[in-house]
């Protein structure tokens, strides 16, 4: 059994009908039984209509899948994203590592009371090393990873990761850094009147 945590995922329009059945293409992290190491890997799945919960259908491991056409569409999108040349027998991935461990901090998928401590004390960090959130370059190396993420492999901080990132992926992962903060903005106000310097442009 593995419970399957979802990093990123696109559906084949930009702005899917939620009211109908949508199809997804995911990128995961699976997580087994105790004893075994965690997988990443991607997958195909149908989300329910709004009316019927919007919740994924499980359905064994297999999704009906209309086209090929369908297919190149789902993939373009994952590729035009930033996250389709991740390879999950090839973990890890230091964008993939980085952008997870960065949701995890500032788009964690808990409960309000929770999330607003881990974000306060993100932001509580980066007061006390006197940098703005939207210095990424600067604070990315606050962003805690969690653990080893391969048996035998070095453990790398944050810092290590990210200045092993191309260009490219440096620009990926700021601007999603940076998206992630502007939504802070807006759903926490009063975290940004109590650290004005760090929410500085």
């Given at each position: 059994m593995a419970r399957v945590l979802v990093l990123n995922e696109?559906?084949?329009?930009?702005?899917p009908d939620l009211s109908q059945w949508t199809l997804w293409f995911q990128w995961c992290r699976y997580m087994y039984d105790e004893g075994q190491e965690p997988g990443y890997g991607y997958r195909f799945i149908?989300?329910?209509?709004?009316?019927?919960g919007g919740g994924l259908q499980a359905a064994r491991g297999q999704?009906?899948?209309?086209?090929?056409?369908?297919?190149?569409?789902?993939?373009?999108?994952?590729?035009?994203?930033?996250?389709?040349?991740?390879?999950?027998?090839?973990?890890?991935?230091?964008?993939?590592i980085l952008w997870a461990s960065v949701d995890d901090i500032l788009d964690p998928k808990i409960l309000d009371d929770h999330r607003r401590t881990s974000i306060r004390a993100f932001v509580n960090g980066a007061s006390f090393r006197g940098?703005?959130?939207?210095?990424?370059?600067?604070?990315?190396?606050?962003?805690?990873?969690?653990?080893?993420?391969?048996?035998?492999?070095v453990f790398k901080n944050a810092r290590e990761l990210y200045d092993s990132l191309d260009d490219a992926g440096k620009q990926l992962l700021t601007t999603h850094?940076?998206?992630?903060?502007?939504?802070?903005?807006?759903?926490?106000?009063?975290?940004?009147?109590?650290?004005?310097?760090?929410?500085?442009?």
């Amino acid at each position: 059994m593995a419970r399957v945590l979802v990093l990123n995922e696109t559906g084949v329009d930009d702005t899917p009908d939620l009211s109908q059945w949508t199809l997804w293409f995911q990128w995961c992290r699976y997580m087994y039984d105790e004893g075994q190491e965690p997988g990443y890997g991607y997958r195909f799945i149908w989300r329910r209509p709004n009316s019927d919960g919007g919740g994924l259908q499980a359905a064994r491991g297999q999704a009906r899948i209309p086209s090929l056409e369908v297919i190149e569409k789902l993939i373009a999108n994952a590729w035009k994203a930033g996250w389709g040349h991740y390879d999950g027998d090839n973990h890890p991935n230091a964008l993939a590592i980085l952008w997870a461990s960065v949701d995890d901090i500032l788009d964690p998928k808990i409960l309000d009371d929770h999330r607003r401590t881990s974000i306060r004390a993100f932001v509580n960090g980066a007061s006390f090393r006197g940098v703005s959130l939207y210095e990424v370059g600067q604070v990315v190396g606050d962003v805690p990873l969690g653990g080893a993420y391969a048996r035998g492999a070095v453990f790398k901080n944050a810092r290590e990761l990210y200045d092993s990132l191309d260009d490219a992926g440096k620009q990926l992962l700021t601007t999603h850094f940076r998206e992630k903060v502007e939504a802070i903005e807006r759903e926490y106000p009063d975290i940004v009147q109590e650290f004005p310097k760090q929410f500085q442009r």
